[in-house]
T-cell receptor
């Protein structure tokens, strides 16, 4: 079974520029998550999708971050414009249902550096 | 909201046993997860507890006490490859998974 795929793996941009990340979840998984992990901290949920609908985006800085999951499969996360404090690893995860014992499977992440 | 507390770092010798603690406060509770994360890699699932007691899985065991808001992960027969960060994550009443900062375990020969 193929895992969660993410691209790019690394990205360096200057502040105020825009950047987009792509995620392809495990086939058949209804739930998709985007997390932000700052160095030395645990992952922080940015947004959760159930199929192509948003379930939880309460921690997404909506003035600069946006995400979509068209057709309930792939997802993109965009930052526009980027700030220095956005430097982090952006992890995408998926799970079959998002409930109970449902394990989340993580992709390799995109390491973003904002200069 | 959810608040999860873990010690930041510990060092242990190969072959030893190490216990990693996690205390939490949450509105509603739908389970506690432990994940392992090697440096520069994604977290991988280790265990899940939703009822009180001990869950054993090979060299790893996880314990939960819901009344105390407390869990621990026990690693036995430590190997060098166990050097990693161990993340405690709680699924609250809103079904959101909230992660602690992680406990960095360093295994030395």
């Amino acid at each position: 079974e193929a895992g969660v795929a993410q691209s790019p793996r690394y990205k360096i941009i200057e502040k105020r520029q825009s950047v987009a990340f792509w995620c392809n979840p495990i086939s058949g998984h209804a739930t998709l998550y985007w997390y932000q992990q700052i160095l030395g901290q645990g992952p922080k949920l940015l947004i959760q999708f159930q199929n192509n609908g948003v379930v939880d985006d309460s921690q997404l800085p909506k003035d600069r971050f946006s995400a979509e999951r068209l057709k309930g499969v792939d997802s993109t996360l965009k930052i526009q414009p980027a700030k220095l404090e956005d430097s982090a690893v952006y992890l995408c995860a998926s799970s079959p249902t998002g409930l109970g014992v449902d394990e989340q499977f993580f992709g390799p992440g995109t390491r973003l550096t904002v200069l | 909201g959810q608040n999860i507390d873990q010690p930041t770092e510990m060092t242990a010798t190969e072959g030893a046993i190490v216990q990693i603690n996690c205390t939490y406060q949450t509105s509603g509770f739908n389970g506690l997860f432990w994940y392992q994360q090697h440096a520069g890699e994604a977290p991988t699932f280790l265990s899940y507890n939703v009822l009180d007691g001990l869950e054993e899985k090979g060299r790893f065991s996880s314990f939960l006490s819901r009344s105390k808001g407390y869990s621990y992960l026990l690693l036995k027969e430590l190997q060098m490859k166990d050097s990693a960060s161990y993340l405690c994550a709680v699924r609250g009443g809103n079904n959101r998974l909230a992660f602690g900062k992680g406990n960095q375990v360093v295994v030395i020969p």
